[in-house]
């Protein structure tokens, strides 16, 4: 295996020894949640490298947008883009990577509450640290997104392995993208710009797309999907995200329509709220599958809403819902109420690779083929933090996108990227 920059020589027969120790560690956490007595204790009875968080540091990224735009709901249309990054340091010379939307006081929490926790601790100590950050901040999910996702990339360093072995293993190397490539822009009528957006995803190879639908009435959007269906053809999947902006009645009306233009899932057409109100009722109504949930804050909200059967496909997503492992947890429970899992991603480049990484390790809703293989979303608007964050894009081709093999999120991010936009 390749050894990894600046990182300290680990002999294989020792990385086995390592992680056979660090399996008995978990057993014996699980067994005992509280029988350390304290972290010290705890890394020594472990027999894990000793690693040590030295700094815990964010990152405001502000992007004034050459155009603005938006979803059906953005009344103004956005004319910046925001974003919160954060950097795990450690003794050994490695960092950490992790990446929220900067919104309901992330950056607060992790900077007061979260980080002051996290100096001096061992990553690779990831049960007990997850237990300590949701403890420690009343539920902020978004903050334990970007430090769950941090310390992921850091153990994937510290252990020479890309992040998906940290999680039992790949189930596949490449996983199916679609494109979000069709939202309200200033000075574009959406009968000029859908079908132009979605000519040139197909072009560039895309399978799958999505539109953003609900801004205006659903007689003038039908017309405008169904010239999408007509140009791209019978073969390319479409989507369709209402972004709440829908009435149960005005949305059920659409529905109707995106079913005879064979779309694949109708997204959150009704308001997002914490509890999904209405949800279950419109299922029951609607002829295409129901998919909601990328605003869910952990695995008891996830649940609520699959013990409702409100959705056909639930989306959570992991940077806002608190980490990788959260929507493992969540991918689970749905698969055993029959539910689909597609998790929502909306970011840069941390995010994304952290998704593709996820995307590797959710079963199929069935165990036949794999083919119903959920995709990742891949945003095609403007973000400068998807094109140039990292130091080396991931392989996309054919309608997919390459699981990473280098330690960690297996990309590298690009700090002059981050100077440059962070206020």
């Known amino acids: 295996m390749k050894q990894h920059a600046n990182q300290p020589f680990l002999p294989r027969c020792h990385r086995r020894h390592w992680l056979r120790l660090g399996a008995g560690a978990l057993a014996c956490s699980l067994a005992h949640p509280f029988g350390m007595s304290s972290a010290q204790d705890a890394d020594e009875s472990s027999g894990l490298p000793k690693v040590k968080i030295t700094a815990v ?60 926790r996290l100096i001096g601790q061992n990553p690779l100590a990831y049960r007990r640290l997850w237990r300590e950050l949701w403890g420690a901040n009343f539920g902020n999910a978004l903050a334990v997104g970007a430090i769950e996702t941090a310390l992921n990339d850091l153990r994937g ?40 957006s979605a000519a040139k995803m197909k072009a560039l190879g895309h399978t ?28 390319i999947r479409l989507m369709v995200d209402g972004n709440g902006a829908y009435t149960s009645d005005s949305a059920l009306r659409m529905a109707h329509v995106l079913n005879d233009l064979e779309v694949t899932f109708f997204e959150e057409p009704l308001p997002q709220s914490p509890m999904y109100v209405g949800y279950e009722d419109l299922r029951k109504k609607m002829p295409l599958p129901l998919a909601g949930g990328e605003v869910l804050e952990s695995r008891a909200a996830a649940k609520q809403l699959i013990d409702r059967q409100a959705v056909d496909i639930i989306q959570p997503d992991l940077s806002l819902c608190g980490g990788l492992g959260e929507v493992l947890f969540i991918s689970e429970m749905a698969s055993l109420a029959g539910i689909r899992c597609i998790p929502h991603c909306w970011g840069g480049d941390v995010l994304i690779a952290a998704t593709v990484h996820l995307l590797s390790l959710i079963h199929e809703p069935h165990f036949g083929l794999p083919t119903d293989t959920p995709w990742l979303e891949l945003d095609q608007s403007e973000n400068p933090w998807r094109d140039g964050l990292a130091r080396e894009k991931l392989e996309l081709k054919n309608g997919f996108i390459s699981v990473p093999t280098k330690p960690g999120l297996g990309i590298e991010v690009d700090e002059e990227v981050i100077k440059r936009y962070t206020v």
């Open 208 to 235: 799958a797309m999505k539109m953003r639908l609900g801004r205006y009435s659903v007689s003038r959007e039908a017309k405008v999907a169904a010239a999408v269906r007509e140009l791209v053809g019978p073969d």
């Open 57 to 116: 540091k964010t990152y405001r990224l502000r992007h004034q947008l050459k155009r603005p735009f938006g979803a059906s709901v953005s009344v103004p249309l956005s004319k910046t883009r925001e974003l919160l990054m954060v950097k795990l340091e450690t003794d050994a010379g490695l960092v950490g990577w992790g990446e929220t939307a900067f919104i309901a006081g992330a950056r607060a929490t992790i900077d007061d509450q979260l980080a002051p």
């Open 157 to 196: 360093k510290v252990l020479n392995v890309p992040l998906s072995e940290l999680f039992g293993g790949r189930l596949r190397s490449r996983v199916p993208v679609y494109v979000s490539a069709m939202e309200y822009t200033e000075g574009v009528e959406i009968e000029e710009h859908y079908p132009a």
